[in-house]
């Protein structure tokens, strides 16, 4: 067990919809990071919080948007869903934001996300 | 640009053997991170690797960083089944986001 909660663990959905997954990072972990791994695109980074604000944006569609509360909690909100937005959406957590630090990421279980 | 190249992507190999899987990246880099991944589940974290030379073991598993070759290498010796799972480097850069490599799926077959 990381200490990375995410909910919910399954999420099942049509097309259109709208839907929100979210992230608890491991006591004393500032920094947020949310990746989506599908089967051929593999593991891709999406967005990284540090204490409250965005610090990097990796291929994060514009449908999707995220933010971190003042609690560290993150959520990760997916819109105008379509098919090929199913895949597993993983949450990590480190102590620091990268740059000069050492800053193993820590990853949640993940949320499987189906739309229909 | 920054590119992290796993290889080989699929890898079957008999209990008992050795094998290594190698892990490129593009650009110089002291900082690299080995995962590890059973099917539907999180990543694990495996090992850190932060300077040149680094070299690391728990287990079966051994992974070094040569810097200079912008290259790791995860080491399996004597495979047991447990190991099949999938291997991911992740390569830092500092100030940007972490890089995968699209992962290695090793399979220990008896």
């Known amino acids: 067990d990381s200490g990375v909660t995410q909910t919910p663990k399954h999420l099942i959905t049509a097309t259109g919809q709208r839907v929100t997954l979210r992230c608890s990072p491991r006591s004393g972990d500032l920094s947020v990071y949310w990746y989506q791994q599908s089967l051929d695109q593999g593991l891709q980074f999406l967005i990284q919080?540090?204490?409250?604000?965005?610090?990097a944006k990796g291929n994060i569609l514009e449908r999707f948007s995220a933010q971190q509360f003042p609690d560290l909690h993150s959520e990760l909100n997916l819109s105008s869903l379509e098919l090929g937005d199913s895949a597993l959406y993983f949450c990590a957590s480190s102590v620091a934001g990268g740059g000069l630090s050492t800053d193993t990421q820590y990853f949640g279980p993940g949320t499987r996300l189906t739309v229909l | 640009e920054l590119k992290v190249e796993q290889n080989p992507l699929f890898l079957s190999m008999q209990e008992g053997k050795n094998y290594t899987i190698y892990c490129n990246y593009s650009?110089?880099?002291?900082?690299l991170y080995w995962y590890r991944q059973d099917p539907g589940k999180s990543l694990e974290s495996l090992f850190v690797l932060l300077s040149n030379g680094a070299v690391k073991q728990e287990g079966r598993l051994m992974a070094s960083l040569d810097t200079k070759a912008r290259l790791s290498t995860l080491h399996i010796t004597a495979a047991v089944h447990d190991l099949s799972a999938t291997y991911f480097c992740?390569?830092?850069?500092?100030?940007?986001?972490?890089?995968f490599g699209k992962g290695t799926r090793l399979s220990v077959i008896a």
């Open positions: 992740a390569v830092d850069w500092g100030n940007t986001p972490l890089v």
């Open positions: 650009t110089t880099s002291d900082r």
């Open positions: 919080y540090y204490n409250g604000e965005e610090r």
